[in-house]
DNA sequence: TTTT
DNA sequence: TTTT
């Protein structure tokens, strides 16, 4: 359960092709960057543009996903939790910060014909479970019985 | 799974207790009303309040803890999704439409002491199983290795 | 300014074109509604699809913007405040409820080859002055210096 | 004017008191820290706790709001976009980076009564002006009409 | 009434 | 460095 509120939403583009990996225990985790443009006048009146570049992380089936159907310039929606982490940096020796936003909730937008797309289904998303989260039971049971095999699946498409 | 997003988040009071009704398949439902305020100058520069009032639901689990710990009067952080409703009034026979907040996460804020609280924990806060949401694995599976016992606990407290 | 939070974000498709009109005092209001799509399984473990539909209200140049360049089924994000007004069905004489989405934020989304798209800049967004909420001073004020022209101008493009 | 979205959204503590300062150019800038907490059960089951420091700057009036009623410990709801900016450590001359959030709405949450409060007004929020993204006009002009009778309504049911 |  |  959360106890206070930790979300980012970004609409924008990928700058790179998802990696992917498999971590020591098996778990697949895929990283890729997201561009937002924004524009802006300067003091000057002259329209401005400023891109901003984010860290994704996605990690399970959403990892899954993410590097199977995504390609740098595909335009989505992410949303997730910020979390930063620190590493060290191998030349100096120093302490390195990067925060990156970990993905519970992905889209695809726009129709995927000039984003280099091959055929997929370009408006399905894609959520995590909540399951690290301390569940409730069903958001509406009459919809999803208990019992139902509703997270057994691999793939909805 | 989402194809689209379809988001509302509301930061408010409880205007009234939550009524707690159950299915006759057995689920568990809380509705309760919650308000918003908002302040803005009328066109004549005086200062002006508008209170919005919204019509929580929440299922399962959600249900029970806002039933059990939520009070007329509380603050808290509902985020959920909008949804739009047909009955038929029983007296005229017309069609009417209702749009509720769906919630699949609540969190009490403050610090209860004058929100009618008596010792619950009031930093805490429930988010729903994204079971409805065809999931696709783990968050973050370092945390929460297949086969543990995450979801089987009923309460987190 | 808001006491409180009431925010609503969606990502959809338009299920009309946009209807403008202009008030007695002329002011442009612009209505569409749009579709936010779901899929689900239910109990029975087939997928279903959900469509909920929102009327989305437009305000001033935010106004004219969506009824020049929006078009039936255009893909948008769209970020508002929910708000439930009452009106006197003519016929009965009765009080009936409309909740609508007053848009302060809308992107358009996709590449807009397919989209009825004639030629506009389809990444553009557009957003509301928050001079209703009381503001205070620039967002940052390196970028804006006082006395300059940012608002001045009518469109962006 | 945004194209794309880039958007934060914080409820959580302060972990230190607002600093303050003045840019050469005379504006005012604001700086804390904010905890967001998060439980979740390890891979054995036993809950753990997390938290995430955020980094928050505001500008501008929305600085000097921050500065006079924040204080270490307070509750607030804080919402910005995402801007990573980089630097270059003095003893190393390495080049650094830093990802903030630049506030654009803030709100105090809570009582206020023991977090160090003063008398201020706890249930006040303060949004800045848009002026840097390109406004287009009111958002609704009905309600700055004087003599409208839209909000004379209480309550919707 | 949208979209895939 | 916050909070419960």
Redesign the interface.
């Known amino acids: 359960?959360?106890?206070?509120?930790?979300?980012?939403?970004?609409?924008?583009?990928l700058g790179t092709d998802p990696e992917m990996r498999v971590?020591p225990?098996g778990?697949?985790v895929v990283n890729f960057t997201l561009?937002?443009?924004?524009?802006?006048?300067?003091?000057?009146?002259n329209?401005?543009e400023r891109t901003?570049?984010?860290r994704i992380v996605a990690?399970?089936?959403?990892a899954?996903?993410c590097n199977q159907y995504l390609k740098k310039g595909r335009?989505v929606?992410v949303e997730g939790?910020?979390?930063?982490r620190s590493w060290e940096?191998n030349k100096?020796g120093?302490k390195?910060?990067?925060?990156e936003i970990?993905c519970?909730?992905m889209?695809m937008?726009?129709?995927g014909?000039?984003?280099g797309g091959q055929g997929y289904d370009n408006?399905?998303?894609?959520?995590?479970?909540?399951?690290?989260?301390?569940?409730?039971?069903?958001?509406?049971?009459?919809?999803?019985?208990p019992g139902?095999?509703?997270?057994k699946?691999?793939l909805?498409f």
Chains 1, 2, 3, 4 share one sequence.
């Open positions: 359960m959360a106890r206070g509120l930790n979300k980012a939403m970004l609409i924008g583009h971590t225990s778990q697949s561009a937002t443009n924004e524009s802006f006048k300067d003091s000057g009146g329209l401005q901003e570049w984010h990690w399970g089936k959403l899954e996903i335009q929606y939790r910020l979390q930063t940096d100096t120093e390195k910060y990067t925060t970990i519970s909730d889209q937008l726009g129709s014909r000039d984003q408006s399905t998303s894609y959520q995590q479970p909540a399951s690290r989260k301390q569940s409730f039971g069903n958001n509406n049971p009459e919809e999803s019985a139902s095999e509703t997270e699946d691999d909805p």
